[in-house]
């Protein structure tokens, strides 16, 4: 590795589906559009309306997928909502080699298996303030059906359960979409902060 990677850990991002990730990560890279390099995972569920390929998703067919696995590009892989998603090593070194602080976006199979590695990355969890808001995001957002909210909000409940165990180095809370973005960008520009409480799980 270059000393210029060695330098810049990366962050992982997690938390779940409708947390709010995706509209936080936009405003970081809109404020500071030469700081950071977002990890584009490969998936194999189809672009949503205005996805582009890859920007949000390298899209792949899960034959495609399997032999990269296969060839063992990833670094970390999950399957989730019968789609699969993958961060390729090779995406994750573009990025450091460009001296960017990468960012990646991956859920909570995913960081237990980036701990076995050698990435060394700090972990953010972003939390809904509570399950019944985070339903409503993802009704709101007109992405889902209602079998894929429910879906995702069963998955939602191991993600903060796992949280719960404190793998993280910081958590926050989206619930002020400000105060949340204000949070996420102190610690992506190197600061400490003092992490939010996780909410119960029983609303
Ligand atoms: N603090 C907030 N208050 C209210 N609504 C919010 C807040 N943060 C995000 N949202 C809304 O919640 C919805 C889900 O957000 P977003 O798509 O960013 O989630 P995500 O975590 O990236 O989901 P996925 O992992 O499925 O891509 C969006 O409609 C977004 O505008």
């Known amino acids: 590795m270059s000393p210029v990677a060695e330098i810049i850990r990366p962050l992982v991002i997690s938390g779940p589906s409708g947390v709010g990730k995706s509209t936080l990560l936009q405003r970081l890279f809109t404020e500071y559009p030469d700081k950071f390099g977002f990890s584009v995972s490969h998936t194999t569920r189809a672009p949503r309306p205005g996805e582009t390929?890859?920007?949000?998703?390298?899209?792949?067919?899960?034959?495609t997928f399997k032999q990269l696995l296969g060839e063992?590009?990833?670094?970390?892989?999950?399957?989730?909502?019968?789609?699969?998603?993958?961060?390729?090593?090779?995406?994750?070194?573009?990025?450091?080699?460009?001296?960017?602080?990468?960012?990646?976006?991956?859920?909570?199979?995913?960081?237990?298996?980036?701990?076995?590695t050698n990435l060394n990355p700090?972990?953010?969890?972003?939390?809904?303030?509570?399950?019944?808001?985070?339903?409503?995001?993802?009704?709101?957002?007109?992405?889902?059906?209602?079998?894929?909210?429910?879906?995702?909000?069963?998955t939602a409940l191991k993600e903060i359960e796992y949280a719960k165990e404190g793998p993280h180095d910081y958590v926050i809370v989206n619930d002020d979409l400000d105060r949340a973005y204000e949070l996420l960008k102190r610690v992506a520009l190197g600061e400490d902060i003092s992490s939010d409480s996780l909410p119960p799980l029983n609303d």
Not at 99 to 113: S, T
Request: proline residues 2%; charged residues 25%.
């Open 72 to 116: 063992g590009a990833f670094i970390e892989h999950a399957e989730f909502s019968n789609n699969l998603y993958g961060t390729s090593f090779m995406t994750v070194r573009e990025i450091s080699q460009m001296g960017r602080r990468c960012i990646l976006d991956i859920e909570a199979q995913g960081v237990r298996q980036v701990k076995k």
């Open 53 to 63: 390929d890859g920007k949000q998703y390298y899209f792949i067919t899960r034959d």
């Open 122 to 154: 700090v972990y953010m969890f972003i939390s809904p303030p509570s399950i019944n808001t985070l339903r409503t995001r993802l009704r709101s957002r007109g992405t889902e059906s209602e079998t894929s909210v429910a879906k995702r909000l069963a």
